[in-house]
């Protein structure tokens, strides 16, 4: 085997001795032969002759020879890649068309493959046996509606542990971001707060100490120990080896560092890498004292790994029947609440893979999608370079008649077109790497954030490339080789190289109606979700977003009393209010779409069963709160000066929430009570606008307003958060205002800042990631989609020249030549709007979950679709229009 | 010209790595040792030699050296080596149960 190869690649190298030496070889038997006869007497001419019957043909038995050294197909390999690089170079203006068109086609999807590849399909490295891997969701029916949800609090990770027969582990997780360091230095970060077994599911060991220990990770509070990330070890301690005992402040508490994880270990799927892992016990008693005896706090993931003989269907029947016994301690009071199977309680081992189970957000969807148009446009480009190749063949056909007639087998010319086309896809995959490496950062960046931004060249990524690759070679390839296949030989040799009519081909304009088509579905694609985001853009939340910024301090190191808390809390507006170029500011309790406060639904006198309602939220605010977050009073009044604490306390509710207490009744001047029976009634004051919060569609939310002093007096402490109003970009004013701030803060407290725009983006990232990416490949295929048109038009116009001449020379006026072709133009493109727009009006019910407020059978958008495919059509016909229209008939009639 | 037969697909291999297993020959030598230890009963074309030396050496049978002739010229000779002399030893016997099964149906048929 081994020297078989060494052998051939002797062969392939050194052709040139080889052919010598098989020369000498054969020439030295013939002189041998001859001499044999000479010595028998035979005169030397009659010898010789003697000798070449006897020896056979030798050119004959050279191509023999050579065949058996096993060359011949790299050989004629190359042969090959040497005449379509010539063929190429000879063009270079069709060459680059091609090469660029394959280009973006190939980059799209590489591109777009880096991140599907991470979303469904790559499994997290070092991760044991990842198909026995699971995460762990339950859904059970809750107020008529089933939740699918998958936080857990630790009580119930307990519960599963302890019932549970299925698994041979069971990890907890849960990440948060927080300030890692002391002072200055202080930077918040992701941290991973994680059970001890989480590490047995990975094969890693640490690249420096230890892990924790499950006896570190106890209840009620384990070990203050940490371990760091590879990047964060290396960025924060340069990759020193001292680091091991040192301590390091996260959060609000002190760590000792007993590890380093190992490069790449992400411990958590699908997410971002953790700076530093916690024992989640630790970080959790940090929160809250009894976080392991009930089940209030939902906060964290579970990872289960099936033990080999368990089946999936059996892990899943082993959940939920721990769940349902979790369930009943959790309600034992079935008079109020239902049973487990009242409310279809179910625990579901999922994929890893979180975009492919039940808790797949919208930006995975969409991702899948924009995955699924970089192919259909990858489709577009191969269906365009088919075509030109197709032209080329057409326009070769005397040059493969005559090569064919020459003896040239027609699987050897087969062969010849497809090195050709693969050629071409080669140096298309090269493109296509450059713009990926390019255009896949800023794609990652937009989708994944700043930090999953890294380099596209993957082992798998370029696996995916080769692959596309080929098939786009397989793809281009295949039309021309037919077309070769099928010709006529002496047909082709006999006639010219165009013939007195033109024949259209059907696979070319099949091709051309392709591209048409998609293009539409594409383009349409792209209207609908630019729409969508213009949507969200533009939908009232009910606040201003632009000019707000939001502060909030987090105490650490330092023991706040009631009034000290609340002092520095009044501390910070006054901070906030002194920096140039701030409008306002206000204390806050709940901050849309970050955090907020519920304290139940309202008690009214007389009326039962309120929670129905739905979720209530409670906001307090400064009496600036309305002019600085920019939320409108409908009716009565705002909170004010005058609502002090000792002043009778009042309460703003919002509209929904005023219509669904008080339907048909003015709210204005109602009691309402919140909280336990000893706290006073609240009087409304005041009804404002709808905001929104929580959700950007579905049902209003309901939100009312308190005054910060009497929330203080009724409900104790303020929180340490604000909300600034600037003249201005928030943007700019985010760093002074924390700056500013951070001088109030007592201890190793911090300040953090972001603008309110910063806290919606993630809700929108969707619609914007859908729009940009539809708009961009859509555009694309456009593009695509015209130069095939041109080039089809202006082909059949070079083809037709002379039957042009005949129709001008028979009396046709330019302008009926110029409606002619122009007409073909149009026609290609009703027929691509046609078929496109059926397409697109089909697929719509897929697409329609994934848009904002809008139809995906939206007349305007396939209206506006069709006019710029029409306008496209026209000025890809409109030169060889021109050009057809001058044709001169004496000219075109005495060529040929 | 009836005398003489055609050799049947494949045994001309054989025949190389026989000629071969006395010692190195070049193509010329192995070529008249067949003709005479046939004593001229199997028909060869002289020049078909070759392709099948080249297929052995490819395969690894045999391996060639130029050297000088008996009379003082460049002659490239080819050599048994031991997966050759193996692959010898396996041909011989499948053509010899071959040959006896062959004759045996023809004796009793």
């Known amino acids: 085997m081994f020297s078989d190869l060494i052998f051939r690649l002797r062969a392939l190298l050194n052709r040139g001795a080889m052919e010598r030496e098989l020369d000498d070889e054969l020439r030295f038997h013939l002189e041998r032969e001859t001499e044999k006869y000479v010595q028998a007497g035979v005169p030397r001419p009659e010898a010789e002759r003697r000798a070449r019957i006897a020896f056979g043909g030798v050119d004959r038995i050279k191509e023999d020879a050579r065949d058996a050294r096993g060359v011949e197909w790299i050989d004629s390999l190359l042969q090959d890649l040497r005449y379509a690089w010539r063929g190429l170079r000879a063009k270079p203006g069709f060459t680059a068309a091609v090469v660029v068109t394959l280009g973006l086609g190939i980059g799209a999807n590489a591109a777009m493959f880096g991140i599907v590849d991470r979303l469904l399909f790559r499994a997290p490295y070092g991760l044991i046996d990842q198909g026995r891997v699971h995460r762990v969701f339950v859904r059970y029916l809750w107020a008529g509606k089933e939740q699918v949800d998958n936080s857990f609090a630790y009580k119930r990770y307990e519960d599963f542990r302890r019932l549970t027969r299925s698994f041979d582990g069971i990890a907890a997780l849960g990440e948060r971001r927080l300030a890692i360091g002391v002072g200055q230095n202080s930077r918040e970060m992701n941290v991973g707060a994680v059970s001890a077994t989480l590490f047995d599911f990975y094969h890693v060991r640490p690249e420096l100490g230890r892990f924790f220990t499950p006896a570190e990770d106890t209840t009620p509070a384990g070990a203050t120990v940490a371990v760091l990330s590879y990047g964060f070890w290396h960025s924060q301690y340069g990759g020193a080896t001292n680091v091991l005992g040192q301590s390091l402040h996260v959060g609000e508490q002190i760590y000792t560092i007993v590890g380093v994880a190992p490069e790449n270990f992400g411990g958590i799927p699908d997410n971002v890498p953790p700076a530093v892992f916690v024992p989640i016990t630790t970080f959790a008693s940090s929160r809250s004292a009894d976080y392991y005896q009930n089940y209030d706090w939902t906060w964290m993931e579970m990872l289960v790994r099936r033990k080999p003989e368990v089946s999936l269907a059996g892990a899943t029947a082993d959940l939920t029947t721990a769940f349902a016994v979790s369930w009943s301690q959790e309600f034992p009071d079935t008079r109020r609440f239902p049973t487990a199977v009242a409310a279809r309680a179910r625990a579901e081992a999922t994929p890893i893979h979180m975009a492919r189970g039940p808790g797949a957000s919208r930006d995975s969807r969409v991702a899948k999608w924009v995955m699924g148009v970089a192919i259909i446009v990858l489709l577009v480009a191969c269906a365009n370079v088919a075509n030109l190749l197709l032209a080329r063949a057409v326009s070769r056909r005397r040059e493969i008649a005559l090569r064919l007639a020459l003896g040239v087998t027609r699987g050897r010319l087969v062969r010849q077109l497809i090195t050709e086309s693969l050629l071409i896809a080669a140096l298309g995959g090269a493109t296509g790497i450059l713009l990926a490496q390019w255009g896949g950062r800023t794609l990652r960046t937009m989708f994944l954030g700043a930090e999953g931004a890294g380099g596209v060249a993957d082992a798998r990524t370029l696996i995916f490339l080769t692959i596309a690759t080929l098939a786009v070679a397989l793809i281009t390839g295949i039309a021309p080789a037919l077309h070769a296949l099928r010709g006529d030989v002496a047909g082709s040799l006999k006639a010219g190289t165009r013939e007195g009519t033109y024949r259209r081909s059907r696979t070319r304009t099949g091709l051309l109606l392709f591209q048409g088509a998609l293009s539409v579905v594409l383009l349409v694609g792209a209207g609908l979700f630019v729409r969508s985001l213009s949507n969200v853009r533009s939908m009232p939340l009910g606040y201003d977003v632009d000019p707000i910024v939001y502060l909030e301090a987090n105490p650490r190191g330092v023991e706040l009393s009631r009034e000290q808390q609340n002092e520095l809390a009044d501390r910070m507006v006054a901070a906030a209010r002194t920096v140039p170029g701030i409008e306002n500011a206000t204390l806050t309790v709940s901050v849309p779409f970050r955090s907020s406060e519920g304290r139940g639904p309202p008690k009214i006198p007389g009326r039962d069963s309120l929670q129905k309602l739905g979720r209530f939220t409670l906001q307090a605010g400064s009496p600036s709160y309305c002019a600085t977050f920019g939320t409108r009073i409908l009716a009565g009044r705002g909170i004010s000066d005058d609502d002090r604490a000792g002043s009778p306390p009042v309460v703003v509710v919002n509209d929904a929430m005023a219509r669904a207490l008080w339907p048909n009744e003015s709210a204005v001047g109602k009691q309402m009570r919140i909280g336990n029976d000893t706290l006073p009634f609240l009087t409304v004051v005041g009804v404002a606008e709808n905001i929104r919060g929580f959700r950007l569609s579905g049902s209003e939310e309901f939100w009312y307003y308190l005054s910060s002093e009497q929330y203080k007096r009724l409900y104790g402490t303020a929180y340490l958060s604000v909300l600034v109003r600037v003249n201005g970009h928030a943007e700019n004013y985010v760093e002074a205002l924390r700056r500013r701030l951070q001088q109030e803060m007592p201890g190793a407290s911090y300040v953090k800042g972001n603008t309110m725009r910063e806290l919606l983006a993630p809700r929108q990232r969707a619609w914007r990631f859908g729009a940009t990416m539809f708009v961009a490949f859509g555009g694309l295929a456009l593009v695509l989609a015209a130069i095939g048109l041109y080039s089809v038009i202006a082909y059949a116009v070079a083809q037709r020249t002379h039957e042009l001449g005949v129709r001008i020379a028979l009396g046709a006026g330019q302008g009926d030549v110029m409606r002619m072709i122009l007409g073909q133009g149009l026609a290609f493109a009703l027929a691509g709007i046609a078929i496109g727009s059926l397409i697109a009006f089909w697929a719509g019910r897929w697409v329609e979950p994934l848009l904002f407020s809008q139809k995906a059978r939206d007349p305007v958008v396939f209206a506006a679709v069709a006019t710029v495919l029409l306008l496209v059509a026209v000025a890809a016909a409109i030169r060889p229009a021109v050009r057809a229209m001058r044709v001169d008939p004496t000219e075109a009639l005495r060529s040929d | ?109």
């Open chain 2, 1 to 109: 010209m009836s005398d003489r037969l055609d050799l049947p697909q494949g045994t001309l291999d054989l025949l190389i790595l026989k000629s071969l297993s006395l010692g190195a020959q070049h193509g010329w030598a192995i070529s008249e040792r067949i003709q005479q230890v046939s004593r001229a009963t199997l028909q060869i074309p002289q020049g078909s030699l070759y392709p099948a030396l080249h297929r052995l050496e490819r395969r690894g049978w045999i391996s060639a050296e130029w050297g000088a002739s008996d009379n003082n010229r460049r002659a490239k000779y080819y050599e048994l080596t031991r997966a050759g002399r193996r692959q010898l030893d396996a041909e011989t016997e499948a053509w010899e149960r071959l040959t006896a099964a062959v004759a045996l149906v023809l004796r009793m048929a």
